[in-house]
């Protein structure tokens, strides 16, 4: 069974354009914000800004899910230096994460006898893989 990443986001919620752009940069890996946009774009149906694509990734710098890093310039040209924009932790590691804080939701809601009667409706399997 996986066990719990070090590094933990500071906000585990995301709205859907956030989740839409974190899900991005775990397909394609570190990349520009243009790479980011172009990539929503390609949806034929969908109208939206470069500048809402920045604004949400700086969101998800507080909320601790991105980090950017300044690429060196090429010698030639100091001046333009892009932004490479890179996830902070897997997409297993995000699902782990989830699947954590659902658990102690679950066991938050602090009735016994909830919690026994689902543990009693467990199978075989479900209860070595949670002795595991």
Avoid at 11 to 18: D, F, K, Q, R, V
Avoid at 51 to 67: D, N
Avoid at 116 to 130: E, G, M, P, R, Y
Wanted: charged share 20%; with cysteine.
């Amino acid at each position: 069974m996986a066990k719990l990443p070090n590094y933990q986001p500071k906000t585990l919620s995301l709205g859907p354009l956030e989740t839409e752009i974190v899900e991005i940069l775990w397909q394609l890996g570190p990349t520009s914000a243009t790479a980011i946009h172009q990539q929503i774009l390609g949806d034929i149906d969908r109208e939206l800004t470069y500048s809402s694509v920045s604004t949400v990734l700086k969101r998800l710098i507080v909320k601790g899910w991105v980090a950017c890093d300044r690429n060196a310039p090429p010698q030639k040209d100091r001046r333009h230096r892009a932004h490479i924009w890179r996830a902070l932790i897997s997409q297993q590691q995000a699902e782990i994460l989830t699947a954590h804080e659902q658990l102690h939701r679950f066991l938050a809601v602090g009735f016994p006898e909830i919690v026994a009667a689902f543990v009693d409706s467990l199978d075989d399997d479900s209860l070595a893989q949670i002795d595991a």
